[in-house]
């Protein structure tokens, strides 16, 4: 049964004179909260969060129009008297302080953040909107309907307003998530082609309710069809390789009730950011977007996992038009794939390949964990629990692609202690792993081969929405395979092996399983084969 839903929007809460800004984007230090400008001198955050351990974190400031420069640049807001940095840590309170120097007021600010002199880093940055109205005296502005919305997927729907005069556009976007314990990303932004939908370079806002149940919303470049890697891939502005920009996001505010979520955002036509905005035009009225739906791990920024197919251009200047009254959001869920394992008490060989993780009905469904949109294949089975035996050798014919200069098809196999893995990803939460096989004595890897592929197309994705077997969903996959050999990893776990490990791709977070042990003799095997014979063959007789 779908639920239709018809939502209102505020530009700027206020509350006895005060204005709320935002919800402060987590960067670094678990720094969190809500800002607010109490009056046109003084700023509070509500819920402030801070670990306390950066050496040297200021409240800091920019005026004119130039983004943050991570380098300086701004103007520190002394904590106190004593102290010009943050003094320690800091769990859900509130703190208040004024803007120096005198005669400076909010409307002279552009960007608020907190940054760290020592380490020239920002934990969080938020823009200032121009023009900000304290004379209401507490009564809010009075609230206006989305003027338009289109359903993006069964899942997912998009409502916004322009605002002409602001030069501003505030989105709505609500989706199903019927498992609150799982975060789920709801994501919309301008395409990378303005001919038609292209991920790469894409545009989007990435929003989410936390697990604090607080609404948040992401400023995102698409730079690369992989998780965030050294600033490279589906990365938030501010982590972006070629130049760190800032969160062009405000005014986040967001729900979720009777498994569905909804944040509302806002952002300038044009935030003067060229190396990671686009300028929104609202007079296209051939404008292409992106849109993604799936769920997201401890940080936002490494799982951008299910991305848009084809989207018809739509013209977001256009006049009022709600399309999503005929069509509500459809939140009822399949069932998700069964979990499979394979039982090899004798040494043998497996094929190892990439493919889609079965998205919501696959890997997230089967493990638990969040994960990318890909995952292994083990002898032709999403994540298979392996289920050896200690002292036998096992062979594995990797092809997860061998070419490092393209990392969203670089995955190299080994077997690890961690149950994320990605040991060379430097934004992994968890670097200490203990790693036994898949790698050489000078660290090298050595699970790298020929890629093959099981891609997702239109024909599988109608197959696994319909709520089909894995066999079915698994049997309209597309296989692509690169010319080459694949990659062999041998390993023959001892006693001193873990009874859990993993096997995991070496760049990317969350693709493969666990691996067992079992203390049953390696003849089991062979005995119960003869018993499966000699059954078949009384059954030909």
Known sequence: MGTALFL??????TVSGRVFIGNLPTQGHSVSGKLYAEDETTFTIEDFTYDGTAPDALLYYYTGDS???????GIIIPFSDSSEKLPRRYNGETITFDIVPVGTTVDDITYFTIW?????????QIVIPDNLDFSSGGTPPPVQPHENCVPLDSSLQARWSVDRDAETITVTLCGCNSNSNITQYMGFGLSGSESGTLMLEADPVIAYIDENFEPQAKDYFLSGYTQCLNGVGACPDTLNSDAVCPDNVFNVSGYMKDGVECVTYSRAFDTGDADCDKVIDVDNMQQYIVWGLGPLGETAFKHFTRATMSTPPIHLGRDPL????ETPLECEKCPSFEAKQILALEGRTFSARIGSSGVERGYTAITGMVGWGISWYIDEQLIPELMLKRGETYTFMVEGGNDPELPADYHPFYITDSPEGAILNDLKETPNERVFAGFDASNNPTGVGRLCDYKETEQSSNVRLSCASFEEYFDALDLQCTDGEPGVVTWTPDDSTPDVVYYQCATHLGLGWKITFSSAPANIVSMATAFLLTSLSYMLL
Request: aromatic share 16%; proline share 8%.
């Open 8 to 13: 209102l929007f505020a530009v700027f809460a």
């Open 116 to 124: 760290c002199r020592a380490a020239k880093v920002f934990f969080t």
């Open 67 to 73: 983004p943050p420069d991570r380098n300086g640049g």
């Open 322 to 325: 709600d399309e999503c009254m």
